[in-house]
């Protein structure tokens, strides 16, 4: 497989998560990998993604800024869904793997890192403040 669409299928399974912390009442998920996140800047330029998005979490989802560093919160419900996170979830934008991350994650099982963006649901919260 690919390295985009290893990308694609990983936020595939990134937006299902999402769309079941939204249903649950949960915040949104965070999207801490730079190489998914830019593979979702990529297909929501397509007509596409409000079937992929549908497909995967239930719902359109949008994209927003939000910032944070912390604990990944939606890694478990993950994990019991389609296994151990893959890889490209440590790789940023320029293919570089951050090894560090990595290790710390299959020694611990957690993830902490840092974010600038994440899923909305499309009611009006991914408007940037001011342009209303």
């Not at 990308?7 to 649950?24: D, I, M, N, T, Y």
């Not at 190489?35 to 549908?54: G, I």
């Amino acid at each position: 497989m690919n390295t985009t669409a290893i990308k694609l299928r990983e936020l595939g399974r990134f937006l299902a998560v999402a769309g079941q912390r939204f249903k649950s009442g949960g915040g949104p998920a965070e999207m801490f990998s730079r190489a998914v996140d830019a593979e979702w800047h990529h297909v929501l330029a397509t007509p596409e993604y409000a079937a992929f998005s549908t497909e995967h979490a239930g719902a359109v989802l949008g994209h927003r800024e939000m910032n944070g560093t912390g604990p990944i919160g939606w890694v478990t419900a993950y994990e019991q869904a389609y296994g151990p996170l893959s890889e490209i979830w440590f790789i940023d934008e320029k293919g570089d793997l951050d090894e560090a991350a990595l290790a710390r994650y299959k020694e611990t099982g957690k993830v902490v890192a840092e974010w600038d963006c994440g899923p909305t649901t499309g009611d009006g919260d991914d408007v940037a403040p001011g342009s209303r």
